[in-house]
């Protein structure tokens, strides 16, 4: 038996590749079906079945592309409707997987079909548990993914009794392998670690030792932040299908002269530039979208840009087929093209993005500028510079009405990556008098700023 985790940090997200006897299983495939036929031809195996636990609406799955290219069986849960062809599992349906077994475990909550795959090794003993959505690390999925078809409360209700009667049942030894790690926006706050045991998640996973379904409801709900809008479209997205992976890259891996580059702006294109921050502010084109590839650039291109905007690229070169395939991944396939020869190529003059060490902060503040810090509010809530205000990134541009464009602002995150792109936001909503801090708030704690857990927030 070999079993291989497969994550991808841009998403968050673990497939998994199962193996015995010369027989394949994939759990959760990304949209590029390359690793998991690479890892196939590498071990000598035959990919048999494509184990889906659920419509992802965080990524478009690669299951459909797999599905065509291995003969491979796809496999979801009981209540899956789909616009192609699948075998739905019923519960407590056994898949033999060369001298292996895996069991289907309709584990509705996260969403109505959400299903848990569990493995029984070859003596039969329950090994692994691929949990999908269900049971993370330290958390749960959410369970109001359905856009009002199923109330949030309800599909709480559910998970709670598919955790009771379904999951901690199992062993204590029962190793879990969950689809999403840190930074999923799929839970609330999601453990560093990428698996656990069924054991560990009793004892310090604060959703198994709810004492009743009442306070299991209350703690799942409650300080759930709204989802990105694209998550909806991806999970549509997984239901109908798509076109080929293959097909969406060479349609928008297009080279555009500067001309070309300039009309396809002037018609309504978006200008995403996929450089880090550090070359970002020191010369992009007016208007543009700072999006690092270095970061969780798919998350962060499915939470600030509608899916269905157009956009053109400004990349590395030779970052241009790796930006178009990472948006592809999250359902982003409106890519017109990408500058040729990168920001060298633009004769006319750049925009810059001022920065200033967290040392010069003072004087900036003493003068009455305001601190606008971009993080999430778990991270604001552990500490904060004193009288800054909060605005998190995943809300912009929508908030940005509770400043004043034509004020001046200090603008942070915990690194230097949100806040860029929250300034390039900004900048292209009007805002004129913008300052970066370096090094972000880990920098400023360096420096001896003056830190504070409870200030009024704009949210």
């Known amino acids: 038996m070999y079993i291989e985790q497969l994550y991808t940090n841009c998403l968050a997200e673990a497939a998994y590749y199962i193996e015995s006897d010369g027989e394949a299983a994939v759990i959760d495939p990304i949209r590029e079906t390359e690793p998991y036929l690479a890892l196939a031809q590498k071990r000598g195996a035959t990919i048999k079945y ?3 636990t659920h419509f992802h609406a965080d990524f478009v799955s690669g299951h459909i592309d797999l599905s065509k290219k291995t003969g ?4 979801y849960g009981p209540l899956a409707e789909t616009n192609y062809k699948v ?3 019923t519960d407590g349906e056994i898949f033999s997987l060369g001298k292996i077994k895996i069991k289907a475990l309709h584990t509705p909550g996260h969403t109505p079909e959400s299903t848990c795959f569990l493995l029984l090794d070859e003596t039969g003993k329950d090994y692994a548990l691929f949990t999908g959505d269900t049971l993370f690390v330290g958390d749960v999925g959410r369970p109001d993914l359905l856009d009002g078809k199923i109330s949030r409360e309800e599909l709480a209700g559910m998970l709670y009794d598919s955790l009771n009667k379904k999951i901690k049942p199992l062993a204590d030894d029962v190793i879990v392998y969950p689809a999403h790690g840190p930074g999923s926006a799929c839970g609330k706050n999601i453990g560093k670690e990428t ?3 069924i054991g560990e998640q009793k004892k310090f996973n604060y959703a198994l030792k709810a004492a009743s379904r009442d306070q299991f409801i209350k703690e799942v ?3 759930i932040l709204p989802p990105p809008l694209y998550f909806f479209e991806d999970a549509r997205i997984n239901k109908v299908g798509y076109d080929s992976i293959d097909e969406v890259v060479k349609r928008n891996n297009r080279a555009l002269s500067v001309d070309d580059f300039a009309q396809a702006v002037n018609q309504g294109a978006l200008i995403l530039d996929t450089r880090k921050a550090d070359d970002f502010e020191k010369g992009f084109i007016t208007g543009s979208i700072n999006i690092g590839l ?5 998350v962060w291109v499915g939470t600030l840009i509608d899916i269905n905007q157009p956009v053109v690229l400004v990349t590395d070169e030779g970052s241009e087929h790796e930006s178009i395939l990472r948006m592809a991944r999250v359902g982003y396939e409106k890519v017109a093209g990408y500058l040729k020869g990168g920001i060298s190529s633009w004769k006319k003059e750049l925009d810059k993005i001022h920065s200033i060490q967290p040392g010069q902060m003072k004087n900036e503040m003493q003068r009455g500028v305001t601190v606008v810090d971009v993080r999430k509010l778990s991270e604001w809530n552990i500490g904060h510079i004193k009288n800054a205000v909060l605005l998190p990134l995943a809300n912009m541009p929508g908030s940005l009405s509770s400043l004043d464009p034509s004020k001046p602002y200090l603008v942070h995150c915990g690194g ?3 806040s860029m792109s929250a300034i390039s936001l900004m900048k292209k909503n009007g805002f004129t008098n913008l300052t970066n801090i370096s090094g972000g708030f880990g920098a400023m704690q360096s420096a001896g700023l003056e830190i504070e857990r409870e200030a ?4």
Not at 72 to 75: D, F, G, L, T
Not at 294 to 298: C, K, L, M, S, T
Not at 456 to 459: L, N, P, W
Request: net charge negative; glycine share 10%; proline share 0%.
């Open 50 to 52: 494509i184990f889906e």
């Open 294 to 298: 270095n970061g969780q650039f798919a």
């Open 87 to 89: 075998h739905n599992a």
């Open 72 to 75: 491979a069986k796809i496999i």
């Open 456 to 459: 009024e927030a704009v949210v």
């Open 195 to 197: 698996f656990s045991t």
């Open 221 to 223: 709900i409650e300080g």
């Open 416 to 418: 230097g990556y949100r």
